[in-house]
């Protein structure tokens, strides 16, 4: 008895390809860094004041907590830290905003003070980094941050327009129509044979029903771990957001394993039996 080929789920799948091919370069499109103009005359300015108008406004506003020659005390030590120095923008997120006991400047000196002290900071004490403006303040403000990414990936926009929506449930109905197809048709062959079919197992096939079952086992462990893990960052003082990129890939791979092990299961472990129509033309159960 004849079945259905692969000929339908192969092209819902080559379909939802496309469709994904589409909405990649729509999500890109929306994400993509706006291009920042470097001002020569800011850089200069940053450049020549940070170890006058810089060490004045450290020695009056910084000094009491973290020393005068940047070695700690109430405040963290700044010389010779290499997070300081390896992220442009750490020192000046934490003068214009504060964290903890540092209260935030921002507001209470001057766009070219807080310039001068950053980069005095960056550059004093055995520092040494590039001169921070505000054309690289911009510049990494247009990039998506660790913490972001740790929640989305880069390639996703922060709001899903109503055709992208559209564009993403028939991505996926394709997908699953396709893969489905292509999994009955793996699993019962081109060719419909009436009658019980007894299925004996190898040894390869049970080796690769163990794997799978010891993967989802691993990935199980993995995601129980991580969720606990988050769960103890909400409870932190501050806060440490959680990982959802780890915890949705943990339980996409049990997901996915979990299926693969009921398709071996299917195909090389579990005994068939094929009906025939009947005169009426329907199944006889």
């Known amino acids: 008895m004849e079945r259905n080929d692969a000929v339908m789920p192969s092209v819902a799948i080559f379909i939802a390809a496309v469709l994904g091919v589409i909405l990649l370069f729509l999500f890109n ?3 993509a860094p706006t291009p920042v103009v470097v001002d020569p ?4 300015a940053a450049s020549k004041e940070w170890p006058t108008v810089g060490q004045q406004v450290f020695s009056t506003n910084c000094a009491g907590c973290h020393g005068a020659n940047g070695q700690g005390g109430a405040g963290p030590k700044l010389a010779g830290t ?4 390896k992220d442009p923008t750490l020192a000046y997120t934490r003068v214009t905003k504060g964290k903890g006991g540092m209260p935030a400047f921002e507001g209470k000196l001057k766009d070219n003070e807080i310039y001068a002290v950053v ?11 590039d001169i921070i403006t505000p054309a690289t303040i911009a510049a990494a403000s247009s990039t998506i941050s660790p913490e972001v990414l740790k929640n989305r990936s880069r390639f996703v926009p922060e709001e899903i ?3 992208e929506i559209f564009l993403i449930t028939v991505l996926l109905i394709c997908l699953s129509y396709g893969l489905i197809g292509l999994y009955s048709w793996w699993a019962e062959g081109e060719m419909l044979v009436p009658g019980y079919h007894r299925t004996r197992s190898t040894p390869v096939q049970v080796a690769a029903m163990v794997a799978v079952l010891l993967g989802i086992v691993v990935f199980g462990v993995l995601f129980v771990r991580q969720m606990m893990f988050d769960l103890k960052g909400w409870a932190a003082d501050p806060i440490v957001k959680p990982n959802v990129t780890s915890e949705g890939f943990y339980a996409a791979m049990v997901v996915l394993l979990i299926a693969v092990a009921i398709a071996l299961y299917k195909k090389f472990f579990m005994d068939s039996e094929v009906l025939v ?3 009426s033309g329907e199944f006889p159960w």
């Open 82 to 85: 290499e997070e300081i120095m």
């Open 277 to 279: 129509e009947d005169a």
């Open 41 to 44: 005359a800011v850089v200069a």
């Open 161 to 163: 327009k109503l055709y």
């Open 29 to 31: 499109k929306e994400t």
């Open 119 to 129: 980069n005095y900071i960056r550059n004093s004490w055995g520092n040494k980094a």
